[in-house]
């Protein structure tokens, strides 16, 4: 099975149930997006040709603009990629701690199996879970509440730690000057490199004097 005909049915399956809970497909992005008023959600598909299967894995997740107008000028990511990053990203594999968990196709009732699948899932978990974190406070307990631990919503150790502080810095946590010392730590436990710990603290400078009104 070739993945461009294997990618045509499967947005062709799924337009209609991502059309009624508010999604349009971007399928240059490989992805069907719901602009919202922080930013948008996004459910990610990404197709690999493996002889005779096609293995997809399904990302889910949302962009949180005004901590990513701030991170993105600190990550080092090309200034054409600063409006798309997502805030958080995971896999449903990995939300569901199968962390290399695959879907795999042969057949063109496959396809519409895994559709199923995929809707099912995303009814049951994947759309509460990002309307309930979808917000600067959800965030902050993702990102801080535990700082020393990996974040399995996303993807890079490192923008973690960045987009924490910053989290942190919006919302007015008193615990900011503790919570910039653990992320310190964190990076320099997870081997981030010398450059990316400069420009850490560069942003802690930034945000010191940041006000967001």
């Known amino acids: 099975m070739l993945v461009k005909p294997f990618e045509t049915a499967l947005y062709s399956n799924l337009s209609l149930f991502f059309e009624k809970n508010g999604f349009a497909l971007m399928a240059d992005k490989k992805q069907f997006?719901?602009?919202?008023?922080?930013?948008?959600?996004n459910?990610?598909?990404?197709?690999?040709?493996?002889?005779?299967?096609?293995?997809?894995?399904?990302?889910?997740?949302?962009?949180?603009?005004?901590?990513?107008?701030i991170a993105q000028q600190f990550l080092g990511n090309t200034r054409d990629f600063w409006g798309e990053s997502n805030t958080i990203v995971v896999s449903i594999g990995k939300y569901n701690d199968a962390k290399y968990f695959r879907y795999k196709i042969m057949t063109e009732p496959d396809i519409e199996d895994v559709c199923d699948i995929v809707k099912d899932f995303l009814i049951s978990d994947g759309f509460p879970f990002l309307n309930a974190?979808?917000?600067?406070?959800?965030?902050?307990?993702?990102?801080?509440?535990?700082?020393?631990?990996?974040?399995?919503?996303?993807?890079?150790?490192?923008?973690?730690?960045?987009?924490?502080?910053i989290n942190a810095k919006l919302?007015?946590?008193e615990n900011f000057l503790d919570l910039s010392d653990k992320h310190r730590e964190n990076l320099i436990r997870i081997g981030a490199t010398h450059e990316e710990l400069l420009t850490y603290e560069r942003l802690l400078s930034f945000l010191l004097y940041h006000s967001s009104n």
Do not use: M
Request: with cysteine; proline share 3%.
């Open 133 to 165: 974190t979808d917000n600067l406070l959800a965030l902050n307990d993702i990102f801080n509440k535990f700082p020393k631990k990996p974040c399995k919503y996303v993807y890079n150790q490192v923008h973690r730690s960045f987009k924490g502080i």
């Open 43 to 69: 459910v990610i598909f990404t197709a690999t040709s493996y002889d005779d299967e096609i293995w997809l894995e399904v990302n889910f997740g949302f962009r949180n603009n005004q901590i990513e107008q």
């Open 33 to 41: 997006r719901k602009i919202t008023s922080r930013g948008f959600q």
């Open 171 to 173: 919302i007015h946590d």
